[in-house]
């Protein structure tokens, strides 16, 4: 089974801190994605990337970065955390090929102080 | 990239079919629709997914109109534990996945 791991579940930081958020993948999939979703919000894409060393922006990406070294790795970096960023994070992963399904981690649950 | 509208909630008894809407009027025709939900604060979990015919699997069918211009999924014996917010996607058959959900339509079965 493919299996999308993220790192931390539940996390609190303090507001002004660097925050790493990992995830990682064991199916080899080329594309990976992550998403904050808030109440009323649904999910919303921050940033995706369909390579290693690439990535683009989503819909939300002011206040993160991504980082893509390798392929079945993908990190989440907020640079300097603020209270609006408190919100539960999820990656995700997906094949290049059409037709197969997008996987997704359990979710990270991030609290900034 | 093509957007999808939902209706933000919907109700339907137990045991009964549910049917969820979804529009895509800017699909292209190489782009699939996908349906996922999502329970409380899990990931959120694939249902099925189409690009022309109509589908069906044991979760579900999938029913796409001609025009593609929308779909709809059924949902034919709704339980209680089917209660959870639906989404559905567009995805393109290659190029750049950029992976649009929305705020889907919240489910909700009534005992």
């Known amino acids: 089974d493919v299996k999308v791991t993220q790192s931390s579940r539940y996390l609190v930081k303090r507001t002004g801190e660097k925050v790493f958020l990992e995830c990682v993948q064991d199916?080899?999939?080329?594309?990976m994605f992550w998403y904050r979703q808030d109440p009323g919000l649904g999910l919303r894409l921050i940033y995706f990337?369909?390579?290693?060393?690439?990535?683009e922006k989503g819909d939300i990406p002011e206040g993160y970065s991504v980082s893509r070294e390798k392929k079945e790795r993908f990190s989440l970096i907020l640079e300097s955390a603020s209270t609006n960023q408190t919100s539960m994070y999820l990656c995700?992963?997906?094949?290049?090929?059409?037709?197969?399904?997008?996987?997704f981690g359990e979710g990270s649950w991030l609290t900034v102080v | 990239d093509a957007k999808t509208t939902q209706p933000t909630s919907m109700d339907c008894a137990e045991g009964r079919a549910a049917n969820l809407p979804c529009n895509h009027s800017?699909?292209?025709?190489?782009?699939?629709v996908y349906w996922y939900r999502q329970i409380h604060s899990q990931g959120p979990q694939y249902i099925i997914h189409?690009?022309?015919n109509n589908e069906t699997n044991e979760m579900a069918s999938l029913i796409i109109t001609e025009d593609r211009k929308s779909s709809t999924l059924i949902l034919p014996h709704a339980t209680l534990r089917d209660t959870a917010v639906y989404y559905c996607?567009?995805?393109?058959?290659?190029?750049?996945?950029?992976?649009?959900f929305g705020q889907g339509t919240r489910l909700t079965i009534n005992p």
């Open positions: 199916m080899d999939h080329e594309n």
């Open positions: 800017t699909i292209s025709g190489n782009e699939y």
């Open positions: 990337s369909y390579d290693v060393k690439m990535k």
């Open positions: 996607i567009v995805r393109p058959v290659q190029g750049a996945q950029k992976l649009v």
């Open positions: 995700a992963s997906l094949a290049q090929f059409a037709g197969n399904t997008i996987y």
């Open positions: 189409g690009l022309k």
